[in-house]
């Protein structure tokens, strides 16, 4: 594992030998706060180091954060759009093979970029093509044709429009359908993940068939109508925090790249974006992982934003087939 100019520890995809930085930088706000907030604090956290920087269609960055690389680009903050990592994601009302392309290209127009680094399946659910409405509403939702969808990822990836291909929100049952049929295996699955939701089934699953799980809500998106302070306020990671010198949220982050996990972060405070950035030149101790290992777990965002009420599914179940 290399790193970043700045330190940022690299994963290599064993697939093709891309590098992405493990922590990257999350640009889904909610509520939203405007382009130009987005974009600011876009090229604060590039000035601070971030490289990796995590998008999606649905979440309406992709202009504010290509607006934000040109800009870095042309005051000198990085010499090359070639330092930085770029994900985003195909919105489940362009999950349709013949959809797929059109989709990543507008979110290349968006982007200004004229390729990706990691393309990803939003959620393993379509809807009605040409469906952006959010929540979906329950008569849009269609089954997902993992076998045309993921030959148009794949043909994202022979012409060159993104590096890397992946999924996001898969279990291992979706998974295993997606393996059945890939020629190139998904490198990335991204994730809700952090101590209270710990995902040792699906991180096992992953780890054996080469692909690299990413974690979202690392801190349990507290603020948003579906996350908690469960995890801020968890009494296990301040005790740790405390005799470590640390934040409880340094704790989570660095239990979560111990797992050999990369991890979404997001913070437009700055403060936060530089405590965010230190947690790679210390450790945890085997017993303060076993503490972590045994808190209790409960599901944030797929046990509770996606209900028919707040959308886009309409049970736990259609995304995660009632695995743990």
Known sequence: MGSTSFGIPEHRFGSNGEKMPVLGFGTAVFPPVGAEATKMAILQSIKLGYRHFDTAAKYGSEQPLGEAIQEALSIGLIQSRDELFITTKLWCGDAHGDLVVPALMRSLQNLKLEYLDLFLIHWPVSCKPGTYEFPIKEENFLPM?????????????????????????????????????????????????????????????????????????????????WGSDRVLECEVLKEIAKAKGKTAAQVSLRWIYEQGVGVIVKSFNGERMKQNLGIFDWSLDEDELKKIDELPQSRGVTGVAYTSKYGPFRTVEDIWDGEM
Request: hydrophobic share 40%; with cysteine.
């Open 145 to 225: 044709d993992f076998s045309s969808v993921w030959a148009a990822m794949e043909e994202c990836q022979r012409l060159n429009l993104t590096k890397s291909i992946g999924v996001s929100n898969f279990s291992c049952k979706k998974l295993t359908d997606i393996l059945a049929i890939a020629n190139i295996p998904p490198a990335v699955n991204q994730v809700e993940m952090n101590p209270m939701w710990q995902q040792k089934k699906l991180r096992e699953f992953c780890r054996a068939n080469g692909i690299f799980l990413t974690a979202y809500s690392p801190l349990g998106a507290n603020g948003t109508f």
